[in-house]
């Protein structure tokens, strides 16, 4: 398989994310802010072994998206606020959290709840995006099109934040307490590892890649159409539209966080 990869996939890390998951035998697994569950696909390709995923989301709409795309795979999928885990002390065998800490009010109450109903000696996994280090200048425009959607769901009152730097996010794993942390980076996700348009995306000028950026530009200003500050939010999207035609468009970094409850 990884003679079939894409060099700057080969090269970006997400390998040697995968060999460490592929060691941690998941048993019952939460995954909070699952959204529409794509990274309990990603860990049930991954892990060595698992019993059961439970996927929760405060979005309804968000879930019953996650059944439809688990219609034919066992894992359960609950409305509940992260913030207020309704699961027992010392719960699950592996707790993760996925693109998701950018979206909470209190991060570090999320992070507190899920360690609480870790078992202990239980793996606690975060895989999330940041905002420093080198990266590319297209991976800097997947930046500012993240930020202008952050305006637009502030404006919508909705929870969004900027991303996070590295340190940061150690920072909030450090206040857990948690052992054995293992801290791995990666300028490509781990799920790009099973995607069938690697190829493409190593191309951050592909054309379907920037017309599938523009798109996701067009439909945030939609949003907001009707609202006091749209004119000032279109102008800034029409020079990020700019920025998108001219460097391309590439994922931000990830930076995975793996450790343990002791």
Not at 142 to 151: I, Y
Not at 160 to 178: A, D, I, M, P, S
Request: with cysteine; aromatic share 8%; net charge negative.
């Amino acid at each position: 398989m990884i003679a079939d990869l894409p060099d700057e996939l080969r090269r970006s890390g997400a390998i040697e994310v995968r060999k460490k998951l592929g060691t941690i035998s998941g048993g019952d697994v939460l995954d909070v802010g699952t959204d529409e569950g794509d990274f309990i696909k990603v860990l049930m390709k991954t892990l060595k072994d698992y019993k059961s995923f439970t996927g929760i989301d405060i979005s309804e709409e968000n879930l019953k998206k996650a059944r439809e795309n688990f219609k034919d795979i066992a894992a359960n999928f609950i409305e509940m606020n992260a913030e207020t885990l309704t699961f027992q002390d010392n719960h699950f065998d592996t707790v993760c959290i996925s693109y998701t800490i950018h979206h909470l009010e209190n991060i570090d109450a999320v992070l507190s709840e899920m360690y609480r109903v870790l078992k202990p000696g239980g793996h606690f996994i975060i895989q999330e995006m940041y905002s420093d280090g080198e990266q590319t200048p297209a991976q800097k425009v997947d930046k500012l099109v993240h930020h202008l959607e952050v305006k637009v769901d502030s404006l919508l009152g909705i929870p969004h934040f900027e991303t996070l730097t590295r340190q940061k996010l150690k920072n909030l794993v450090n206040r857990l307490g948690l052992s054995e942390v293992e801290v791995f980076e990666s300028s490509w996700a781990v799920k790009c590892l099973f995607c069938d348009n690697a190829y493409d995306c190593a191309n951050p000028k592909c054309s379907d890649q920037i017309d599938s950026v523009l798109k996701q530009i067009d439909e945030a200003l939609s949003r907001v159409c009707k609202h006091p500050f749209y004119q000032e939010i279109r102008a800034e999207a029409e020079l990020l539209k700019e920025k998108v035609k001219a460097e391309g468009s590439s994922a931000a970094s990830v930076i995975y966080l793996i450790g343990k409850k002791g």
